[in-house]
């Protein structure tokens, strides 16, 4: 799983720094309703998931599905510059400069 990650909701994307913030941001009955999508900066995708721990209380987990989806990721990051931003990113740019262009413009949600 590669920083940053990168949470898709309806079209709103979020950027975080690293899992910790991400877990912090969402809540488990959204995790529970699987609104998210959820992405490395490779374009792989997360399974985001409620677990318990040793004492018995839900928490929220992020794993590695395996799947790699950059050209998805790609659309998705593509369609919110043009719906927020008015801005075009090229299409030939690989998904990682897409996402550090999203930071160096939208930056972190903390």
């Known amino acids: 799983m590669k920083n940053p990650l990168i949470l898709h909701e309806n079209g709103d994307v979020s950027v975080f720094e690293n899992s ?4 912090n941001y969402i809540e488990p009955i959204d995790v529970e309703n699987n609104i998210y999508e959820a992405f490395d900066a490779t374009g792989e995708v997360l399974k985001l998931a409620l677990v318990e721990d040793d004492r018995g209380q839900s928490r929220i ?47 972190c949600t903390v």
């Open 20 to 23: 910790s913030f991400l877990i």
């Open 61 to 107: 987990s992020i794993e590695s599905s395996g799947e790699i989806k950059p050209e998805e990721l790609k659309n998705i990051l593509q369609l919110f510059f043009s719906s927020v931003q008015n801005v075009y990113v090229p299409k030939g740019n690989s998904v990682e400069e897409i996402v550090n262009e999203f930071v160096r413009k939208f930056g």
